[in-house]
């Protein structure tokens, strides 16, 4: 499993597919370096920004993961589960590797998004667990969209424009599914961002009821993704 992971993102990273997400992510540090926080709420502004990271990072990784997992042809992912299934690995191991390779590529992005704010956070004095808060929330939110990347590649959606209208749809219901009575089918983006506004200790409070929503819905979403790719394997 790790040796086709390890496979995958080196694809990834010759097709210069990785550039992509890169701009993106470089855009908004810009925009967090312009804008770093100041003035008596310099605390409750640089909590702010850790929530508003973990949120830039859904679709962000999302992505990544998606144009990761596309990388390979058909034909070449075919044959590199078929080599994995007819040596020592099961089934289900091209899944799971499809999902450790994306989780490793958003923990590179969510490092690049985290490092202006959680330099700011520290400068302006913001405490050590607010900083370690912001990053348990980063690491989970990493593999939420690992899991939602996965289920819109070309192995699950063949179809190029559906899969990239099933990205930004699923993108777009986690948001509005969190507002409502349906939240529970969704990650608690708008909490966190509540949370994360409202300043330090409430961002703090929030964690734990988060982060188990958060890895009992990633844990399901990607368990469903490894049976379906079980199933076509």
């Known amino acids: 499993m790790i040796a086709l992971s390890r496979f995958q993102i ?5 097709s210069l597919r990785a550039l992509h997400p890169l701009i993106v992510v470089a855009l908004l540090l810009i925009l967090v370096m312009q804008d770093g926080p100041s003035g008596p709420q310099a605390k409750d502004l640089a909590t702010g920004s850790l929530g508003d990271v973990a949120a830039f990072l859904l679709p962000i990784g999302a992505w990544a993961t998606r144009a990761l997992l596309d990388t390979q042809p058909d034909v070449q ?6 080599s994995v299934c007819a040596g020592q690995g099961g089934r289900s191991t091209p899944a799971l590797a499809d999902l450790l390779a994306g989780y490793v590529i958003n923990l590179c992005l969510a490092a690049l998004l985290l490092a202006f704010p959680l330099l700011q956070g520290l400068v302006v004095g913001v405490d050590p667990l607010v900083v370690l808060t912001g990053i348990v929330l980063s690491l989970l939110v990493a593999a939420a969209a690992t899991v939602l990347g996965a289920w819109t590649s070309r192995a699950v ?3 190029p424009a559906v899969s990239l209208l099933t990205l930004l749809g699923g993108s777009v219901a986690i948001l509005l599914f969190s507002l ?4 529970w089918l969704s990650i608690p983006m708008v909490g966190w961002l509540r949370a994360a506004h409202h300043g330090p200790d409430a961002f703090v409070s929030a964690l734990p009821t988060m982060a188990l929503h958060i890895a009992i819905w990633s844990a399901v979403v990607g368990l469903g993704y490894v049976l379906v790719r079980r199933q076509r394997a």
């Open 157 to 159: 959606i063949p179809s």
């Open 10 to 14: 080196a694809g990834y990273l010759r």
């Open 77 to 82: 992912r075919d044959l590199s589960a078929l």
């Open 180 to 183: 409502g009575p349906l939240k």
